[in-house]
Structure formats: C-alpha cells, structure tokens
C-alpha cells in the first residue's frame, strides 16, 4: 500500500525522541508516582521502513516494560496494557481508572501502527473555560490513545496556547494551527494575504511554538475566489505566505469546505500545492469520487453521522483499497467517548474489528461490570448515529421544526430503560452516570422536539398545552445534565483561570450566546439549558412574530452582561431522576 511508505518527514520536528520524560509524565499522572516508578520505557526507531510508529508491551515480576518508537507509541502501548490486563478505560471527561496493587504480568505484545497521522480535533466552546490542569488531562488522553496531530485555533489564548503546544511536543504530538481564511485575506483590495494582524499573530505563535508549519484552512473559499486571477496562483501565494524560510507550510483543507466546489476546481487547487502538502480531511469518501485527491493525500475522518458499524467498515475499506492513493493517515473530530475509543483502536490495528466483541470489551471496562443488555443497547444506539441531528430546542428558536419519529423516540426509550435495568445491583462509577444522562437527554430531548412541533403547528397559533410541556421538558433536560459534574456551566465558569483581560465570564457568555445560536450541541449545560434556551424559547412564543427577533437579541444581550449567578438545576442521584423521568413519560401504547 503505497500510504504506508510516506517519508517521516513531516513529524521530525513534533517528535521528541530524545525526551522520553514526557511519556513518564503521563503515565505518571495516570497512575501516581509509585506505579509509575515500576514502569521501564526504551525508545528504538521503526523496525520497518513501512511504519512511523510501533510499540512492544511486556510485564513480569511487578514491572512494566515498554519499547516504542516515540513517546506516543509508548503512552499508547502502556493505554492499551491497562486496558487489557486492569480492564479500564480513560476518557476526556472523566480521569478515573482502576488499578492494581501490583502490575500484572503480561506476555510480550507488540503492535505496528498503519496510520502515519493520527490527527484530533476536539475544539468546542467547553474548551474556552478550561484552565491548565484540564487541559493537561485532554493531551495525556491523546497521548494515552496514540494521536499524534492536534488542532488548536490561532485565536486561543497565548499562554494556553504556549503550554500546550510545548507540552504535545514533548510527547511527538504535532500542533496544527487553524486559521480562518477571511482573518487573513484582503479581498476587498486584490491583494495578497498580508493582513498586518495574522502576520504578526503568526510570527509570534511560531517564536512560543517553534517550528510552526502545519495549518488547518478553515472556509478555503477564498483561495476560489481570491484576490488573484486563478486558483493556481492563489494556492501559491497561500503556501508562500504561511512558509517560514527553509520550513515549508503542510496545509489541512476539510472536504466539506470543498463541496460546493467542481471536481476541476479542486483537481487545480491540490495541483497547485507543493508535493506532500496539501492534505484532504475526508469526511464524505472524497477519495472514492475524485482520483486527485485520493493521489494528492487524504485523512480518513468518518463523521458523525456514520453508524458505529460503518465507521469500522469505512477504515477497513480504506486500508484494503487498491485505489486508495496517498492515504495519510486517520483522524476524529469532537468524537463521543464510544467513537474516539473505537476509532483510536482502528488506527492501531491492521485487522477487521468484530463489533460486538468490541462493544463487548468496551462496556465492561468503560463501566467496571460484564453486561448484555449494555453491549445490546450500544449495538441498537450505534446504529442510531446518523438518524442524531442537533435537536431543535437548543438551537436559536424557530418555527421550522419537525418531530422526529415515533419509533426513533421509543428506541431511545427503550435505551434508558436498559441502562436502569442494568444498573441494578450493581456499583456505577462516573462514566456509566454519564451515558445514562446522556441517553436519557436524547430521549428527552426528541420529547421536547415533538412538543415544540405540536405547539407550533396549530394553524400559525401556538398551542398553550404543548407550549408549557416543551418547556417543563427544558427544564427536565436541565435537570439531567446537572447530574453530572462535567455538564454544570458553573463548574467550568468557576475553574478556569483568568489569564488575561479577554478570559472573562462575560466573553465566555458571550461565546456560549453565538455558539448555541448556530446549534453547537457541546453548549448544552445545566445552567445554559434552564436560564438561556428556556428564557429565549418562552420570548418566542409570547411575542408577536414582527417583534420576536429583536425581543431575543436584547435578552441575550443582557444574559451576556449579567453579573448574577447562572442558576442550575440541584445536582442529585441520577437513577432517581431517571427513575421519575420513566415513570411520567411512559412508552407509546
């Protein structure tokens, strides 16, 4: 497979070889110092020329031993250790595990990766709020699972930002810049993308970061329509512009920015770039329908909408195809818990997964406890993946909403039940808590979507009865997140550290405000749900239609400038919630 000999270039400067501190660090944080302490790593390169990364895993007498080719592939090979011999599993939203007293043996195990580039992108308003010990948590997690490319945005704070990057460098883990074009081109002139302020933003990302030359081009419209006479000489003056001297920029482009571009269009912009360094994130299997780009290089990225079985059979088919051209390597882009550990295990392997068994695996060391009636609703909800929309009560209120179906709102049912059932007799730890209120607030959630349907379609009259039971169902929703520590706005608003003027409450509002406007489902918080959405939602439905979108924008104009407290729901026992929740909305007859 022609992918698997692509130089190694493009990762020497984000590899930290000789700094195998940085994985200690992470084992370390992951287990304490004492368990760590029995933990032995070497660093060799590749043994074939066919593969960036490798690692071999072995335990005896109490001490663990790991050979890698970075300190990624060594953080990855002690993950995958834990998992198989302490059955448990990290998470970015909960840092939990269980552990042995003494390390267990373990015969000599050793993987050989496929994926040159395992790129993440887990941007999202939440991570505005975190302060440095979350975010020290997220790249011990991307460490721990192999990933080796992270996307931050150009406009993050500078002194997170530095932290960050430094800190994934020392673990070989490649920081990727997104930028969005508009910031930088002069359209309007003609001219070529010398905007003063990404110029000087840029030179002093490279000068905290480093050898600064990956990007991620966010809305590449522009170079369509660009300031000079052709795609070709746009392209150009794009990669002149963000190369520094000898180190020549590698560019990301999402394959959706280019869908509304014609297959010659994309064929000149991937001609144009230099050999190597342009690369397609594909999420629409781009690569099958147009050859340029499946010979120019391309990222795996399933998407959301896959079902859990497609996913494994979308990486199976890249890997398999002879068609398959320059494949880079994989990646996830906010993935939920269950899709980031199944695709993170895809990259590591060379070999088709069994799903079930997988799921299998999955749920009992996720939750600590074997069980059926789990590994069956995970099946059932993996299937449900691409039916998920962004609902819409927690979009900016409209008049144009559907209701969903009937037996897509009784499976989910049918989930939370099964999530109760399990749950008996058993001791459920904080990742169990958190899928069974996400669950349940898909369940709720299609609730709240019919309801605000049958309010809305009663001849342009709005219906009082399912208006007051949409929004008794908010209030539901915001009751359920608050269950979980993770989904508490206060949590974060309290915990974030002001590092500089711009890093206010107020800005973070503000941020929550446009973001959930635009429908961004990580904005669903405890505290936003209940005083934001409900507030907003209820000026919908008293105001007269001429008068509704300004009454909104001053009241959000205000919750952005309130220096009162984001009210939440009570935090409380989740089961007992759910328990009270089944009961007042019983299944279909």
Same mark, same amino acid.
């Given at each position: 497979?022609?992918?698997?000999?692509?130089?190694?270039?493009?990762?020497?400067?984000?590899?930290?070889?000789?700094?195998?501190?940085?994985?200690?660090?992470?084992?370390?944080?992951?287990?304490?110092?004492?368990?760590?302490?029995?933990?032995?790593?070497?660093?060799?390169?590749?043994?074939?020329?066919?593969?960036?990364?490798?690692?071999?895993?072995?335990?005896?007498?109490?001490?663990?031993?790991?050979?890698?080719?970075?300190?990624?592939?060594?953080?990855?090979?002690?993950?995958?250790?834990?998992?198989?011999?302490?059955?448990?599993?990290?998470?970015?939203?909960?840092?939990?595990?269980?552990?042995?007293?003494?390390?267990?043996?373990?015969?000599?195990?050793?993987?050989?990766?496929?994926?040159?580039?395992?790129?993440?992108?887990?941007?999202?308003?939440?991570?505005?709020?975190?302060?440095?010990?979350?975010?020290?948590?997220?790249?011990?997690?991307?460490?721990?699972?192999?990933? @080796? *490319?992270?996307?931050?945005?150009?406009?993050?704070?500078? &002194?997170?930002?530095? /932290?960050?990057?430094?800190?994934?460098? $020392? !673990?070989?883990?490649?920081?990727?810049?997104?930028?969005?074009?508009?910031?930088?081109?002069?359209?309007?002139?003609?001219?070529?993308?010398?905007?003063?302020?990404?110029?000087?933003?840029?030179?002093?990302?490279?000068?905290?970061?480093?050898?600064?030359?990956?990007?991620?081009?966010?809305?590449?419209?522009?170079?369509?329509?660009?300031?000079?006479?052709?795609?070709?000489?746009?392209?150009?003056?794009?990669?002149?512009?963000?190369?520094?001297?000898?180190?020549?920029?590698?560019?990301?482009?999402?394959?959706?920015?280019?869908?509304?571009?014609?297959?010659?269009?994309?064929?000149?912009?991937?001609?144009?770039?230099?050999?190597?360094?342009?690369?397609?994130?594909?999420?629409? @299997? *781009?690569?099958?329908?147009?050859?340029?780009?499946?010979? &120019?290089?391309?990222? /795996?990225?399933?998407?959301?909408?896959? $079902? !859990?079985?497609?996913?494994?059979?979308?990486?199976?088919?890249?890997?398999?195809?002879?068609?398959?051209?320059?494949?880079?390597?994989?990646?996830?882009?906010?993935?939920?818990?269950?899709?980031?550990?199944?695709?993170?295990?895809?990259?590591?392997?060379?070999?088709?997964?069994?799903?079930?068994?997988?799921?299998?695996?999955?749920?009992?060391?996720?939750?600590?406890?074997?069980?059926?009636?789990?590994?069956?609703?995970?099946?059932?909800?993996?299937?449900?993946?691409?039916?998920?929309?962004?609902?819409?009560?927690?979009?900016?209120?409209?008049?144009?909403?559907?209701?969903?179906?009937?037996?897509?709102?009784?499976?989910?049912?049918?989930?939370?039940?099964?999530?109760?059932?399990?749950?008996?007799?058993?001791?459920?730890?904080?990742?169990?808590?958190?899928?069974?209120?996400?669950?349940?607030?898909?369940?709720?959630?299609?609730?709240?979507?019919?309801?605000?349907?049958?309010?809305?379609?009663?001849?342009?009259?709005?219906?009082?009865?399912?208006?007051?039971?949409?929004?008794?169902?908010?209030?539901?929703?915001?009751?359920?997140?608050?269950?979980?520590?993770?989904?508490?706005?206060?949590?974060?608003?309290?915990?974030?550290?002001?590092?500089?003027?711009?890093?206010?409450?107020?800005?973070?509002?503000?941020?929550?405000?446009?973001?959930?406007?635009?429908?961004?489902?990580?904005?669903?918080?405890?505290?936003?749900?209940?005083?934001?959405?409900?507030?907003?939602?209820?000026?919908?439905?008293?105001?007269?239609?001429?008068?509704?979108?300004?009454?909104?924008?001053?009241?959000?104009?205000?919750?952005?400038?309130?220096?009162?407290?984001?009210?939440?729901?009570?935090?409380?026992?989740?089961?007992?919630?759910?328990?009270?929740?089944?009961?007042?909305?019983?299944?279909?007859?």
């Amino acid at each position: 497979m022609r992918w698997f000999s692509v130089a190694v270039g493009w990762l020497v400067a984000g590899f930290a070889l000789a700094v195998p501190d940085g994985a200690k660090g992470v084992i370390e944080r992951t287990v304490g110092p004492v368990l760590a302490s029995n933990v032995v790593i070497a660093y060799e390169e590749s043994p074939t020329v066919n593969a960036i990364d490798y690692y071999e895993v072995s335990a005896s007498g109490g001490k663990v031993s790991i050979l890698a080719s970075s300190p990624v592939a060594a953080c990855r090979g002690f993950y995958e250790y834990l998992k198989i011999t302490c059955k448990t599993q990290l998470d970015r939203a909960t840092d939990t595990v269980k552990l042995p007293a003494v390390w267990p043996d373990y015969v000599r195990t050793g993987k050989i990766c496929p994926a040159v580039i395992r790129y993440f992108d887990g941007q999202s308003i939440p991570d505005q709020l975190w302060n440095w010990n979350r975010w020290e948590r997220e790249i011990d997690w991307m460490a721990l699972h192999g990933l @080796n *490319a992270q996307v931050q945005s150009a406009n993050r704070d500078k &002194t997170i930002l530095t /932290l960050i990057a430094q800190r994934a460098s $020392s !673990l070989g883990i490649r920081t990727i810049i997104q930028i969005p074009m508009s910031s930088f081109f002069e359209i309007k002139d003609h001219e070529p993308p010398l905007s003063p302020a990404t110029r000087v933003n840029l030179r002093s990302l490279t000068e905290v970061i480093g050898n600064l030359d990956s990007y991620a081009l966010a809305a590449p419209e522009e170079i369509k329509r660009g300031w000079l006479p052709t795609i070709t000489d746009n392209t150009k003056a794009v990669f002149d512009f963000l190369s520094l001297g000898d180190l020549k920029a590698t560019l990301f482009v999402k394959s959706r920015d280019l869908s509304c571009w014609t297959p010659a269009e994309i064929s000149e912009m991937l001609g144009a770039a230099p050999e190597e360094k342009l690369i397609v994130l594909d999420s629409a @299997n *781009a690569w099958q329908k147009n050859p340029k780009i499946a010979n &120019t290089g391309w990222i /795996l990225m399933p998407t959301f909408g896959n $079902s !859990l079985k497609e996913y494994g059979e979308s990486v199976w088919t890249a890997l398999r195809s002879e068609r398959q051209g320059y494949l880079r390597g994989m990646g996830i882009s906010r993935p939920s818990p269950i899709v980031a550990e199944l695709m993170t295990d895809l990259m590591w392997s060379n070999t088709q997964l069994n799903l079930r068994t997988w799921l299998s695996h999955w749920v009992s060391r996720r939750y600590g406890f074997e069980s059926g009636e789990l590994t069956l609703a995970w099946e059932t909800l993996g299937t449900l993946q691409s039916e998920l929309h962004q609902p819409f009560w927690s979009q900016l209120p409209t008049d144009k909403v559907t209701a969903g179906s009937v037996q897509h709102r009784e499976t989910l049912r049918f989930l939370v039940k099964s999530f109760q059932l399990a749950s008996l007799g058993q001791k459920a730890n904080s990742k169990f808590n958190q899928d069974f209120a996400d669950i349940t607030a898909l369940w709720l959630g299609s609730l709240a979507d019919l309801s605000c349907y049958m309010a809305l379609s009663t001849d342009g009259r709005i219906s009082k009865g399912h208006q007051l039971e949409f929004m008794k169902l908010l209030s539901e929703l915001d009751e359920i997140l608050a269950q979980v520590p993770d989904y508490r706005i206060n949590t974060w608003l309290a915990d974030f550290d002001t590092l500089n003027a711009s890093n206010s409450e107020k800005s973070h509002r503000n941020k929550l405000v446009r973001s959930s406007s635009f429908g961004v489902s990580s904005t669903n918080y405890a505290g936003v749900v209940g005083s934001l959405y409900k507030a907003r939602w209820k000026l919908f439905f008293e105001s007269p239609a001429n008068s509704r979108v300004a009454r909104i924008e001053r009241f959000e104009e205000t919750w952005i400038n309130s220096s009162k407290p984001i009210i939440e729901s009570k935090a409380g026992d989740v089961q007992q919630v759910v328990k009270k929740l089944l009961k007042k909305y019983p299944a279909t007859p």
